[in-house]
């Protein structure tokens, strides 16, 4: 059916057929057909386009610059019939109807130019080279430019969103700006979502980098929100990408300006709690070379609280628990990317890049326990508080980060044809240190020198990645794709624990102290073929990954070698019922391996009673996703909807097992099966005068097979997410912005986790046109963002609250120079911002 079924009713029969089913001989005939499916098409190519098509590049007449975002609309009876934007190397292709007569193409600052089409040979496509536009000046100076990009674009494998024109993150970090984008949740913690699932890939301008640290995700919060220039959200990534990522990829791609000559952005952050900032994103290009740098240097201090309630319970007596902790995380961040592109030729470019990242926090904890014996009925609010254990943690952490990288594109005289390579070294160190002490007080006044402690943990990783991507067109509306990619890491880490006796000598715990080594080596090579049928495009792809995983606790001598090789199938469908509808039907296998964080057995320490342990024994995830997306818009309003399906086995939870003593122990586990599936709607609309409204809506449910696990079972998780967006473009260059946002209950292993609301508002003044402005944040302003969950096992129950980030307020001023437009490129006089924009870039 793969083979031949471009009848399209049989086809979308089996396809929705082979989408409703989930067992695991289904999925594992679904890998086989994708594949010779792949094969045969190769070989097979189907039908020939009906349609008339043109394609090109638009570039600055005198420079040769492609520009990029510049409008190519098609006209048919003087009306637009449908339209595109060029990509960042200015080419474009658009589809035309019988009877379209010119195609317009519009750039800010530069005189517009109609191209007379009436002339061309139907059923055909035509390349129309390379087109120029000049500078009009007059345009610049007298036109008010506040056209903006669209907040998305719909492409077959991925939707863009572009962050340039939220203000509610202007003044923030990527964690906020992701914390506004649909499908993605940011926790309390930092830690991301997509969908429910916290098992994301994060990639920095589309490869794995040192600026998320050791810490991974959680250190996104030192990257600032003015160095983004967009996020790529790819839920259901094809074979083209690592398939490492359940969930699937956020790509997050930094501003580098395009224009000629020199140019760039200053921006002064300050607000509460304690959050100051600095950043320079700054660019000189030329006909022959491009410089970038970008600078950035923060300082915050937030306030960390919590608390939880346990009680375990024994024959007649109930042991009871109370614990508060408060303190202050946060020190000062530095990032700093330069690099250049020598254009060694027209068509060919090498790019050479260094990023550094310095965090240096200093942290400061107190944890306090209230304990009772009980063997009658009680109430909480009469127990005594007098007698109580305090333990101090005072921490700091030194994390630099240092990544060169060398790039290297080249485009052929064949359109479409393209070679990629890649080689990246990244050298990552973390080194945290604690000072411990515990004593008992009695009405503030010490009883008890109970534990004198300190720690110290040394991290540090040294990667090499090298790839290599080719894309080759068989024909003008087919294409196949191939490449490869290496990936050698090693990190070490090193965890020593030590107590002071009576004699003021400091003696080492064994138990506590351990060497731990972890090396991943991966190897990957796809394939992938795609075609585009008048209306309807396809793409079927393979990647095979061999994965080779070692690790070794020295003291022990405990070690383990994995070694998997696997094939991870992808197919994608999108079928254009109109130039403004959309169908999309896809599917991906995926894998989530342990990380190194997962993997390391032996505890951590920064808390007496309650331990964190890896799990040498931890098995990958893997998973099947299908998704079934579909889009439609108007002149002022657009809607969006998706639903998705995924099937995992081997799920990894955390688990929690309370021992006699009263503390803790929690430890990642292997669950059989998980089974989720949800539905997703986004909408926008700006049909009255000055106002925008944008919002999405997400449920999902998950269900749970954890019987191999007792304390699991089988459990069902429903919850949703929904985001309501507002931006007001007032007089006098003034705009607002709100935002709604919910997170509903959810149900997870031993326990459940209440519903979380918040609200964030932002002001903005151009206090110099298109040069300076001044813009207000508040996050979360009613501090409603904690973490509230209950645990309930066979003999005990928990409850607690969590805040890692109060609310804050800042202040941010932004500055440009030489640059032709703050509020966007492309199009030209005014015009609005949509929430979706119909992006026909051929990205099969």
């Known amino acids: 059916m793969f083979i031949f079924g471009f009848k399209y009713n049989y086809y979308f029969s089996d396809l929705l057929n082979i989408f409703l089913m989930s067992n695991i001989k289904t999925r594992v005939k679904l890998k086989a057909i ?134 509610s993150s202007r003044s923030g970090s990527a964690e906020d700006v992701l914390n506004n984008i649909p499908s993605v949740t940011v926790g309390v913690e930092g830690e991301l979502s997509m969908r429910g699932s916290e098992n994301v890939k994060v990639l920095i301008d589309g490869k794995v980098s040192g600026l998320t640290g050791l810490s991974g995700n959680t250190a996104l919060k030192s990257i600032p929100a003015s160095s983004i220039e967009k996020v790529e959200i790819i839920t259901n990534p094809s074979a083209r990408y690592e398939a490492e990522g359940m969930a699937g990829i956020i790509n997050i791609i930094l501003k580098k300006e395009r224009n000629q000559g020199f140019n760039g952005s200053v921006d002064l952050k300050a607000g509460t709690p304690a959050e100051y900032g600095l950043g320079i994103n700054s660019n000189y290009r030329s006909k022959s070379v491009n410089f970038f740098a970008n600078y950035a240097i923060r300082y915050g201090k937030a306030p960390v609280r919590g608390m939880f309630d346990l009680r375990r319970f024994s024959s007649d007596t109930t042991f009871v628990t109370f614990n508060e902790r408060m303190g202050k995380r946060g020190g000062v961040s530095q990032t700093f990317t330069g690099g250049i592109d020598w254009f060694l030729t027209d068509k060919s470019t090498l790019t050479g890049s260094i990023t550094y990242k310095y965090d240096n926090d200093d942290n400061h904890m107190e944890v306090r326990y209230w304990d009772y014996t009980l063997t009658e009925a009680f109430n909480v609010e009469e127990l005594p508080r007098n007698i109580y254990s305090l333990r101090t943690d005072d921490e700091f952490e ?3 980060s240092l ?159 994995n070694q998997y090789n696997d094939l991870f199938p992808s197919a994608f469908l999108n079928y254009e019922i109109t130039p403004s509808d959309k169908v999309q039907l896809s599917y991906s296998s995926r894998i989530q391996r342990p990380s190194f964080f997962h993997l390391n057995p032996f505890f951590t320490f920064s808390d007496p009673r309650n331990f964190f342990s890896g799990n040498p024994e931890l098995k990958p995830e893997y998973t099947d996703s299908y998704e079934l997306g579909y889009l439609k818009y108007w002149d002022q309003a657009n809607i969006g909807a998706t639903v998705y399906y995924r099937q995992t086995d ?160 800042i202040f941010n001023l932004n500055y440009q120079f030489n640059n032709l437009s703050k509020k966007g490129k492309g199009g030209k006089g005014k015009s609005g911002e949509k929430l979706f924009e119909n992006n026909n870039r051929d990205d099969f």
């Open 34 to 167: 994708l594949c010779m499916g792949l094969t045969v098409l190769i070989y097979f190519p189907a039908l020939n386009s009906q349609k008339i098509s043109f394609n090109g590049k638009i570039i600055d007449q005198n420079s040769k610059t492609p520009l990029e975002y510049a409008t190519v609309s098609v006209f048919k009876s003087g009306k637009i019939y449908d339209g595109v934007v060029t990509d960042e190397n200015g080419m474009f292709k658009v589809s035309a109807p019988d009877g379209a007569d010119s195609l317009l193409i519009e750039y800010i600052s530069y005189h517009s130019k109609s191209v007379n089409i009436t002339s061309f040979t139907k059923d055909e496509s035509h390349d129309l080279g390379s087109i120029g536009l000049s500078s009009d000046a007059e345009v610049l100076d007298g036109v008010e430019l506040i056209a903006e990009k669209s907040s998305l674009q719909f492409n077959l494998d991925k939707k863009i969103f572009n962050v340039g024109q939220d203000i």
């Open 398 to 400: 030194h994390s630099p």
């Open 403 to 561: 990544e060169y990288a060398l790039n290297y594109v080249k485009h052929f005289d064949q359109k479409d044809r393209e070679l990629k390579m890649l080689l990246q070294y990244r050298d990552n160190k973390e080194t945290e240190g604690s000072d411990l002490n515990e004593n008992l007080f009695d009405n503030q006044t010490i009883i008890e020198n109970r534990a004198k402690q300190r720690s110290n943990n040394s991290e540090g990783e040294n990667s090499w990645v090298g790839q290599i991507d080719y894309v080759h067109p068989l024909n003008k509306e087919l294409k196949i794709e191939a490449g490869g990619r290496m990936s050698i890491r090693q990190i070490k880490n090193s965890f020593l624990v030590e107590e002071q006796d009576d004699f003021e000598n400091w003696f080492r715990l064994d138990n506590y102290s351990n060497d731990f080594t972890y090396n991943e080596d991966v190897y990957a090579a796809y394939l992938i073929v795609g075609q585009k049928l008048n209306r309807f495009s396809y793409q079927f792809g393979v990647r095979n990954e061999y994965s080779h995983i070692y690790t070794l606790l020295q003291q022990t001598e405990e070690e383990h070698d």
């Open 650 to 809: 081997d799920v990894i939870f955390r688990l929690t097992e309370y021992n006699e003593d009263g503390t803790s122990i929690r430890k990642p586990e292997n669950i059989a099966t998980e089974d989720s599936y949800g539905i997703e709607f986004l909408f926008g609309y700006d049909g009255i005068k000055r106002l925008k409204l944008d919002g999405n809506f997400n449920f999902f449910n998950g269900k749970i097979n954890g019987e191999n696990i007792p304390e699991v079972g089988k459990l069902t998780n429903e919850s949703y997410t929904a985001r309501l967006n507002m931006k007001w473009t007032g007089i006098k260059d003034i705009d607002f912005q709100i935002r709604y946002q919910l997170r509903g209950p959810s149900t997870i292993p031993q326990g459940t986790r209440e519903a979380m609301n918040m609200v964030d508002v932002a002001i903005s003044k151009e206090l110099i046109k298109d040069k300076l402005t001044l813009s207000f944040s508040g996050r979360d302003i009613f501090n409603q963002r904690k973490r509230v969950y209950s645990l309930i096992g066979e003999n005990y129950t928990e409850y607690g609250e969590f805040q890692w980030r109060a609310n804050s307020f």
